[in-house]
């Protein structure tokens, strides 16, 4: 017997009630705006850093992906976890790579980010940023440990993603090394 409350061995989660929903929506909107004025006071009074959306996007990832440096800077300071990955296995970094945004890559990597984190199809990344030609993220996730040779569940390297993508410029890079 599993005994579970659904009957299949996990336990029930409790319903929200409206007033809560409504309060995670306003704080998951204020990651997103990088409302670092909103945000500040909540994370004082306890408010969980790893709070995530339906999707399982947290405030970090949030912050990261729409480019807003202090509200990330902020939930990093707070103990947000540069590593949560969302649903899909996205990471913040695996945002901030496939955005290009230099800044927030190197607040991410500064704050723990692992350059050479894998997605569950084993996309790193380098991977996103090759893809995308984002050569100046492409050289710093080098520059602090990215693998070049890392592989996806299909076998491929950053550099044949860029070719697969025609970004020549990051594909050239790549045979280079």
């Given at each position: 017997m599993n005994g579970g409350a659904d009957g299949e061995g996990t336990p029930a989660r409790p319903e929200l009630d409206a007033d809560t929903l409504a309060f995670a929506h306003r704080v998951l909107d204020f990651a997103r705006r990088g409302d670092v004025a909103e945000l500040a006071p909540l994370l004082a009074q306890g408010l969980p850093p790893n709070l995530r959306?339906?999707?399982?996007?947290?405030l970090l990832m949030l912050a990261s992906y729409h480019g807003h440096a202090a509200a990330a800077r902020l939930l990093l300071q707070h103990g947000?976890?540069?590593?949560?990955?969302?649903?899909?296995?996205?990471?913040?970094?695996?945002?901030?790579a496939y955005k290009g945004d230099t800044p927030i890559v190197q607040l991410l990597l500064d704050g723990g980010a692992n350059p050479a984190g894998a997605s569950m199809d084993g996309r790193t990344p380098l991977m996103f940023a090759a893809m995308f030609n984002r050569l100046d993220v492409m050289e710093?996730?080098?520059?602090?440990?990215?693998?070049?040779?890392?592989?996806d569940g299909q076998g491929l390297t950053a550099r044949d993603m860029a070719l697969r993508m025609g970004a020549s410029e990051a594909a050239s890079r790549l045979e280079a090394l």
């Open positions: 959306n339906h999707k399982g996007d947290s947000a976890d540069p590593e949560l990955r969302n649903d899909q296995g996205q990471s913040p970094l695996d945002g901030a710093l996730l080098l520059a602090r440990g990215a693998d070049p040779a890392a592989r």
